[in-house]
């Protein structure tokens, strides 16, 4: 898994508590990104980051917020968990090589929303 | 909004069998990719192939684009049972060198049989 680490790889919540699931890289990649994977619809975008501080929204942002203080972590956080959010949450990193990048991706984070 | 579509959604076929694997896109792009997700794991990079290619080889994998189409083709042959996995592909936008934002399909799950 390219030195990514997920926690935690499972959680059951209840709807409207806060969680957060935490992305670790140990290479010092710049680019991270937090996709979630639901039947029918592939992996989506939630949001991403191209720098410590530096991230942005993906295609599916509503509901969700990061933050990266240091390199190496990468942090998701639902402000009020919602059922709509149970899915399959995964990090990503871009590895860049020549003029072209792809993306090694952690072993996911179950998520259950009661 | 998914940029990549894979035709069929599920495939089924025997050992030593080849397995093809399709892929439609939107808009221009700047590189197509295909990734593997073996059951309750995260995604694994397969194979890049550039806007500027036609066919590319990797093992018993060969992949096609034909940009006018704004297609692309898997071909995995004599699959084996370690095979069975989902595959998706996933775009790279045109937008110039440094791109490094991915769009995936919904997969296409392969299954062979011993």
């Known amino acids: 898994d390219a030195g990514i680490t997920q926690s935690p790889r499972h959680k059951v919540t209840e709807t409207g508590t806060p969680v957060t699931l935490r992305c670790h890289q140990t290479?010092?990649?710049?680019?991270m990104y937090w996709y979630r994977q639901d039947p029918g619809h592939g992996l989506r975008l939630i949001h991403y980051?191209?720098?410590?501080?530096?991230?942005d929204k993906g295609e599916v942002s509503d509901g969700y917020s990061v933050s990266r203080s240091k390199t190496e972590d990468f942090l998701l956080t639902l402000e009020s968990a919602t059922s709509s959010q149970t899915s399959v949450y995964f990090c990503?990193?871009?590895?860049?090589?020549?003029?072209?990048?792809?993306?090694?991706f952690g072993p996911g984070t179950r998520l259950t929303v009661l | 909004s998914q940029q990549g579509e894979e035709d069929p959604q599920a495939l089924s076929i025997q050992e030593g069998e080849n397995a093809t694997m399709n892929c439609s896109y939107k808009?221009?792009?700047?590189?197509l990719q295909w990734y593997r997700q073996n059951s309750g794991r995260g995604l694994v990079h397969l194979i890049l192939?550039?806007?500027?290619?036609r066919e590319k080889h990797s093992g018993r994998l060969r992949v096609t684009l034909d940009t006018s189409k704004k297609s692309s083709s898997l071909l995995i042959t004599a699959s084996r049972a370690a095979d069975t996995a989902s595959y998706f592909c996933?775009?790279?936008?045109?937008?110039?060198?440094?791109?490094?934002?991915?769009?995936f399909g919904k997969g296409t799950k392969l299954s062979v049989i011993p």
């Open positions: 192939i550039r806007s500027n290619e």
């Open positions: 290479e010092n990649h710049r680019y």
């Open positions: 808009t221009s792009i700047n590189n």
């Open positions: 980051s191209y720098g410590v501080k530096d991230t």
């Open positions: 990503a990193i871009s590895v860049t090589s020549g003029d072209y990048n792809e993306q090694f």
């Open positions: 996933a775009t790279v936008p045109y937008s110039g060198a440094g791109s490094y934002q991915l769009t």
